[in-house]
């Protein structure tokens, strides 16, 4: 069984950096595209970013181009998040997803398209 486990969330203040993981366990990691997405309190949950199987293509939700790095490491199964310049609208519970089969970069920003979930880890800048 596919497990996700994120870390490193915390609080930081406006300006801040905090680096994001997400260790990946129960299948082969390398073959599958990984994403994060983001859900703040009273709202949907959000695409933030995306990598593909080799970690050759990376997709970014407007609001983050720029400030944040996704990043895989296929040697250790784990996927990253670097965010910096953090901003208040950037708090939510951070979630990596993977899914299940063969995902057309097309739909890399849907959460209906991954099938795993990792439980999430709290984020929180203030300003």
């Known amino acids: 069984q596919v497990q996700l486990v994120e870390s490193g969330g915390g609080l930081v203040q406006a300006g801040g950096s905090l680096r994001l993981s997400c260790a990946a366990s129960g299948r082969t990691f390398s073959s599958y595209p990984m994403a994060w997405f983001r859900q703040a309190p009273g709202k949907e949950r959000e695409f933030v970013a995306a990598i593909n199987w080799s970690g050759g293509s990376t997709y970014y939700a407007d609001s983050v181009k720029g400030r944040f790095t996704i990043s895989r490491d296929n040697d250790k199964n784990t996927v990253y998040l670097q965010m910096n310049s953090l901003k208040p609208e950037d708090t939510a519970v951070y979630h990596c997803?993977?899914?299940?089969?063969?995902?057309?970069?097309?739909?890399?920003?849907?959460?209906?398209?991954?099938?795993?979930w990792g439980q999430g880890t709290q984020v929180t800048v203030s300003s």
């Open positions: 997803a993977t899914p299940d089969q063969f995902l057309p970069s097309s739909h890399y920003d849907r959460a209906r398209s991954y099938d795993y």
